[in-house]
């Protein structure tokens, strides 16, 4: 029991247990510390358990396909130079305007989703990273 213990979480359960755990009182908490006394275990480390869903099956579907939509674009690297060569590099500034404006707006839109007043610029930050972290 103490080693299935790391398991003991809500992403780890079947939908019907998930719906009998939460019919308890104080759900899965009673259980661990119970099954911690009987074993005389220490608490372990939670095991990181993400469930697969329809939404990110599609993302890597989608993924997939452009992938393997893009790669024989991009393979040409002697066309790929010649796009390079042939940009008009006067675009730069609004496309890094638009992005700002983009983050900027990311940044308005957390701001006022939440009761708690946030700071501007650390907002703008974690708009940046979040954003720039997840492609």
């Excluded at 661990?32 to 009987?38: D, Y």
């Excluded at 469930?51 to 790929?80: E, K, M, N, P």
């Amino acid at each position: 029991m103490a080693s299935a213990l790391r398991y003991l979480q809500p992403a780890a359960l079947s939908t019907a247990t998930r719906r009998a755990v939460n019919d308890l009182p104080g759900k899965v908490g009673p259980l661990r510390t119970e099954i911690l006394e009987v074993t005389g275990s220490p608490e372990p480390e939670y095991a990181q358990i993400e469930r697969v869903s329809a939404r990110r099956v599609a993302v890597w579907l989608f993924t997939g396909v452009a992938v393997y939509l893009l790669i024989h674009q991009l393979s040409d690297v002697q066309l790929l130079a010649q796009q390079v060569r042939n940009v008009d590099w006067r675009w730069l500034p609004a496309v890094v305007a638009m992005s700002v404006l983009s983050f900027a707006a990311a940044t308005l839109s957390a701001i006022g989703s939440v009761p708690d007043r946030l700071p501007p610029w650390p907002t703008f930050v974690a708009q940046v990273g979040r954003r720039s972290s997840t492609g």
